[in-house]
């Protein structure tokens, strides 16, 4: 029975073909996967992804040789960025299809990461079948050894093993330099909590995210670069007006209401921060995809709307706690809380009004475009 063309695919989501070898994804074709695997084998002999590609190429040659339709490929994604480098993927493997006319998809791979892509791939053509390449290691010590010693080498590894390790031992070292041995199992304690939320909740994907918008509207000249320099100085000088009020308010008062304190004098400059670069991202929008306009008009109406409610309710819970020097009494800071709620709720609505609108303009536009070429 005739399956149409098939696609061997060998998928390298960490792009180690790109970021070690310097080979643009996607390759097709047997030679320039071989091409691919000499120039990474050259690169680094030891990695894995090497294995998938040969075991891609062998499996295409045995289909050949058979009488089948078939063709070879090698898609990475992102080294350090695994959303990105999974829409690339999506991306890339829309190319490949469109160019080569196959109809179903063999996927080899080298672990179980790149196997999370199978989805993707599967949104693209069906999978007839899944090959995992494993290497064969040394069953001994020196083996295991060998292993450790590659996985620490590995960037995305040592970040997540060797940073909280080494920042503990930091921290323990600290509290003993100055005398404080009492606080040190606290101090290590919380800085490795406070590392384990932040790459729970995938803070470093947004912040990595930041930096990749970041330095493409610095390559491609975009106002968003300015405005996110903008709001990079005015978070700086945030957190330096929220630690000032810290000095200013001190007082034997508890962790939430030192919170609290660096709140009032920050939240405001975050939230302008936040103004500033959300507009530079609607001006880009405007001038270079105003398709995608509608979905991002809002952000600076809803940063400004929770900047107020939060000031308006940190004037209140510290009013309520009577810290001292405080400027606002109680009946003033009830009065900021109302205001912030409501400047917050029109800020809100206003945007969510002005998104509406221009969704529905956008619509219309797209449909009139529709009928006059049609």
């Not at 989805?119 to 999978?127: D, G, R």
């Not at 939240?267 to 306009?293: C, E, H, N, P």
């Not at 900021?336 to 400047?343: A, K, T």
Request: hydrophobic share 50%.
């Amino acid at each position: 029975m005739n399956q149409g063309r098939t696609l061997v695919l060998s998928v390298d989501r960490d792009d180690d073909i790109g970021f070690k070898a310097s080979i643009e994804s996607p390759v097709i074709g047997r030679d320039a996967c071989i091409h691919a695997a000499n120039t990474l084998g050259l690169a680094d002999p030891e990695d894995s992804d090497l294995n998938a590609i040969f075991q891609a190429i062998q499996i295409y040659d045995e289909l050949k040789a058979r009488g089948e339709d078939v063709e070879v490929a090698v898609i990475g994604g992102n080294h350090m960025h695994m959303i990105e480098g999974d829409r690339r993927i999506a991306i890339d493997l829309g190319r490949v299809v469109a160019e080569t006319g196959v109809s179903n998809c063999i996927v080899v791979t080298d672990g179980a990461e790149d196997e999370f892509v199978i989805p993707i791939v599967q949104s693209k053509l069906p999978v007839t079948s899944i090959r995992r390449v494993i290497v064969n290691q040394m069953p001994n010590l020196e083996g295991t050894y060998y292993i450790i010693k590659k996985l620490l080498n590995d960037p995305k590894v040592a970040r997540l093993v060797l940073v909280p390790l080494g920042l503990a031992m930091l921290l323990w070292a600290i509290a003993y330099l100055v005398d404080r041995p009492q606080i040190a199992t606290f101090i290590v304690v919380g800085a490795i909590g406070i590392y384990l939320l932040y790459r729970g909740f995938g803070i470093d994907d947004l912040i990595s995210g930041y930096v990749h918008d970041l330095r493409t509207s610095l390559t491609r000249g975009r106002i968003s670069f300015v405005t996110y320099i903008a709001g990079i100085l005015l978070v700086i000088v945030g957190v330096i007006m929220g630690l000032m009020n810290l000095l200013i308010f001190y007082a034997e008062i508890g962790l939430l209401l030192y919170f609290l304190i660096f709140m009032y004098g920050a939240v405001l400059w975050l939230a302008l921060a936040g103004i500033v670069a959300s507009i530079g991202i609607i001006t880009d929008k405007y001038f270079y995809d105003r398709v995608g306009l509608a979905k991002v008009i809002v952000f600076p109406f809803l940063i400004g709307a929770i900047g107020l409610i939060s000031y308006g309710a940190c004037i209140y819970a510290i009013s309520m706690n009577n810290v001292p020097d405080f400027p606002y009494t109680t009946s003033t800071a009830l009065q900021y809380i109302f205001y912030g709620i409501l400047g917050g709720l029109i800020c809100a609505l206003s945007g969510i009004g002005i998104q509406y609108m221009i969704t529905k303009r956008l619509s219309s536009q797209s449909a009139r475009e529709v009928s006059e070429s049609v």
